[in-house]
T-cell receptor, first 114, second 116 residues
Framework: AQTVTQSQPEMSVQEAETVTLSCTYD???????LFWYKQPPSRQMILVIR??????QNATENRFSVNFQKAAKSFSLKISDSQLGDAAMYFC???????????FGTGTSLTVIP | GAVVSQHPSWVICKSGTSVKIECRSL??????MFWYRQFPKQSLMLMAT?????????EQGVEKDKFLINHASLTLSTLTVTSAHPEDSSFYIC????????????FGEGSRLTVL
């Protein structure tokens, strides 16, 4: 069974600083995708970044980057130069390469302190 | 980019009435859509998978007669909460996978249902 674990229910970061949100997952598969989604107070989920498991290079999207450790089944999200607009709930998600089933973590609530 | 639109964003109804929530994929076809329920400060709970032209697949513990799902076209799925009761009050979210290799989900804005 696929499970996704986010061990940090809440995190806070000072504006302009860097924060890392952790995510681990459990799978016996070798081919899959990993995602980070952001859910701001407006409640609409937004895709932040994606990573294909077959790629060794860590994905980056502007101030967002991941540290993907396949052997450790770890997929952390680093937010650099944190902004007030980054305050949100962040969900880590896993998806097999085949099919449409997504598995979400329990989320990490990020507070950005001005 | 791909967009999924959900309507209404909030609805208040009396106990015993039915409420319909629409989910539309605006710029891509979606043979599959997902319906989630989210409680405050919690993760998404998958309720059912909506399949275009066929019956929805419900997760264990979700009453299919209470939560009617119809996916009549490649761009529209609807969730009808029948005979709503206060315990059905929640935030309902739909999503559709983008028709690409990664198939990332695009989410609707969500619908806040309050049953009085």
């Amino acid at each position: 069974a696929q499970t996704v674990t986010q061990s940090q229910p809440e995190m806070s970061v000072q504006e302009a600083e860097t924060v890392t949100l952790s995510c681990t997952y459990d799978t016996s598969e070798s081919d899959y995708y990993l995602f980070w989604y952001k859910q701001p107070p407006s409640r609409q989920m937004i895709l932040v970044i994606r990573q294909e498991a077959y790629k060794q290079q860590n994905a980056t999207e502007n101030r967002f980057s991941v540290n993907f450790q396949k052997a450790a089944k770890s997929f952390s999200l680093k937010i650099s130069d944190s902004q007030l607009g980054d305050a949100a709930m962040y969900f880590c998600a896993y998806k097999l390469m085949t099919g449409n089933q997504f598995y979400f973590g329990t989320g990490t609530s990020l507070t950005v302190i001005p | 980019g791909a967009v999924v639109s959900q309507h209404p964003s909030w609805v208040i109804c009396k106990s015993g009435t039915s409420v319909k929530i629409e989910c539309r994929s605006l710029d891509f076809q979606a043979t599959t859509m997902f319906w989630y329920r989210q409680f405050p400060k919690q993760s998404l709970m998958l309720m059912a998978t909506s399949n275009e032209g066929s019956k929805a697949t419900y997760e264990q513990g979700v009453e299919k007669d209470k939560f009617l799902i119809n996916h009549a076209s490649l761009t529209l799925s609807t969730l009808t909460v029948t005979s709503a009761h206060p315990e059905d009050s929640s935030f309902y979210i739909c999503s559709a996978p983008r028709p690409t290799a990664t198939g990332e989900l695009f989410f609707g804005e969500g619908s806040r249902l309050t049953v009085l």
